[in-house]
């Protein structure tokens, strides 16, 4: 959890590319062979004490309850591919495992994570601003065509808009969630899907509109998510009672409070598991 700034992964061109279509693939691995291979296990771990009713797409901020994740979470390896994005004072906002098992994994709808989050931050209203909350999705598993790798569709998070769509109701017994972009103001024929290999990563501004298909494959379809944003941005203190931010590196821009990441906050996990509060 080095606050040092080390070098940017990313080139000036690729940066380029994601301020332009709102999402980046990456080719090199994120992590060392051993890092990941650590990583992994750790998951292999969290998913085998997964209580039998509980869906394993619904491992939301599992970083309350286990420190070691910031091993990973606020790593130089991840911080240097967002530090040329957001700047060098970065805020981890959250993380997800979302692992869909093979055979029966849920659908996610086409969403942006600024609607589910528009509460909890302050957006700028210029919206020719820096991207506000990026989004790293490492893929723990292969992440293919087949095992309902997540789409993007282009340029949808710089349309004049801060990415707050209107949304219909979804069957939650299909999707992850229970809320979809009206298709009206979607257009999936222009949907790219990101396919990775286990250990490599996508990056999609929070804005960005993106979903994928159920897995029915007989092959695991496993992610995890970073989300990091700006200092700059105010996390509303109304949703402190259910949410914790982490300084990653540099320093506070806009007065907000940190948590401890050698801490675990019980208080929070049960708050958020019995009001049904979620990232999405």
């Known amino acids: 959890m080095s606050n040092t700034y080390t070098k940017p992964r990313l080139t000036t061109e690729q940066v380029e590319k994601f301020s332009r279509e709102g999402y980046l693939l990456p080719k090199e691995p994120v992590f060392s062979q051993s890092e990941f291979a650590a990583l992994r296990a750790h998951f292999e771990e969290k998913i085998a004490n997964l209580p039998s009713d509980v869906r394993p797409e619904s491992m939301d901020v599992p970083h309350f309850m286990d420190t070691e994740l910031f091993r990973w979470a606020m790593s130089d390896a991840v911080l240097d591919l967002v530090e040329p994005i957001i700047g060098s004072d970065i805020a981890l906002f959250s993380t997800h ?8 994994g849920k659908r ?10 528009k509460s909890m931050v302050a957006w700028s209203d210029d919206a020719k601003a820096p991207t506000e909350i990026v989004t790293v999705w490492l893929a723990v598993d292969p992440s293919t065509l087949v095992n309902g790798c997540m789409k993007v569709i282009p340029r949808t ?3 004049g808009q801060k990415g707050f769509s209107d949304y219909v109701d979804v069957d939650t017994a299909k999707n992850v969630f229970h809320l979809e972009i009206d298709p009206v103001q979607r257009r999936e024929e222009l949907a790219v899907p990101c396919i990775l290999e286990a250990g490599q990563c996508s990056l999609h501004d929070a804005r960005l509109m993106h979903g994928s298909e159920p897995n029915t494959s007989d092959i695991r379809r496993c992610g995890y998510t970073m989300r990091f944003m700006g200092t700059n941005v105010k996390l509303n203190p109304e949703v402190e009672t259910y949410h914790h931010i982490y300084l990653a590196r540099g320093k506070d821009k806009a007065g907000n409070n940190y948590a401890d990441p050698t801490k675990t906050y019980p208080d929070k996990a049960r708050y958020r598991e019995v009001n049904r ?3 999405h």
Do not use: L, N, Q, T
């Open 97 to 104: 495992f979302i692992c869909k098992p093979k055979g029966d």
């Open 108 to 117: 996610v709808p086409w969403h942006e994570d600024s609607a589910y989050w």
């Open 157 to 159: 998070h710089a349309e």
């Open 277 to 279: 509060k979620r990232m």
